[in-house]
Antibody
Framework: EVQLVESGGGLVQPGRSLRLSCAAS????????MHWVRQAPGKGLEWVSG????????GYADSVKGRFTISRDNAKNSLYLQMNSLRAEDTALYYC??????????????WGQGTMVTVSS | QSALTQPASVSGSPGQSITISCTGT?????????VSWYQQHPGKAPKLMIY???KRPSGVSNRFSGSKSGNTASLTISGLQAEDEADYYC??????????FGGGTKLTVL
């Protein structure tokens, strides 16, 4: 079964850091680009960051550039998101999503169930 | 990096057809045939319905179709059914490893 399972979310104070993980199974992880997409409570979807199959191409939304870092470990079938200098507006459900293609330009065909990040003092 | 523009809501009766528009710019929707559409039911993860503008993933009903004209992409749902009631989002590649979503459209089946 193709599956993505996120972990690492929680309650964190403004200015602190958090690292999200996404464990992939059921497909050849290093054949595809991967992404993080978030959804604030009651709001729409927002693309956060994406990484190509070999980490050669990486992109970030302006709202997180310079604060978040995406990475992957193909040997461990895992995707990560290091989130620094967290703000209240980063509060959201963070989804891990698989790209249809290896470069990261196409659609998100597999989604995890998400991990909730709450930034509050 | 502005969000794509979608109507906030659309509605239709069972059996009817509806179309949801997704307007971008010449830097995103207009430049690439890489628009995708997602369906999201409350409390659930999004589900891919259309990719590369008009392609349907395996298992998605052929009642769902996609198209594009200029800077505007569209999702059409024909033969509306109660289970189609959900939020729908478009997304486009925008170059330089960047993607952008639309604000979402709430579909109500009357």
């Amino acid at each position: 079964e193709v599956q993505l399972v996120e972990s690492g979310g929680g309650l964190v104070q403004p200015g602190r850091s958090l690292r999200l993980s996404c464990a992939a199974s059921g497909f050849t992880f290093d054949d595809y680009a991967m992404h993080w997409v978030r959804q604030a409570p009651g709001k729409g979807l927002e693309w956060v960051s994406g990484i190509s199959w070999n980490s050669g191409s990486i992109g970030y939304a302006d709202s997180v550039k310079g604060r978040f870092t995406i990475s992957r470990d193909n040997a461990k079938n895992s995707l990560y998101l290091q989130m620094n200098s967290l703000r209240a507006e980063d509060t959201a459900l963070y989804y891990c999503a698989k790209d249809v293609f290896f470069t990261g330009e196409d659609a998100f065909d597999i989604w995890g169930q998400g991990t909730m990040v709450t930034v509050s003092s | 990096q502005s969000a794509l523009t979608q109507p906030a809501s659309v509605s239709g009766s069972p059996g009817q057809s509806i179309t949801i528009s997704c307007t971008g710019t010449s830097s995103d929707v207009g430049s690439y045939n890489l628009v995708s559409w997602y369906q999201q039911h409350p409390g659930k993860a999004p589900k891919l319905m259309i990719y590369e503008g008009s392609k349907r993933p395996s298992g998605v009903s052929n009642r769902f179709s996609g198209s594009k004209s200029g800077n505007t992409a569209s999702l059409t749902i024909s033969g509306l059914q109660a289970e189609d009631e959900a939020d729908y989002y478009c997304c486009s590649y925008a170059g330089s490893s960047f993607k952008v979503f639309g604000g979402g459209t709430k579909l109500t089946v009357l």
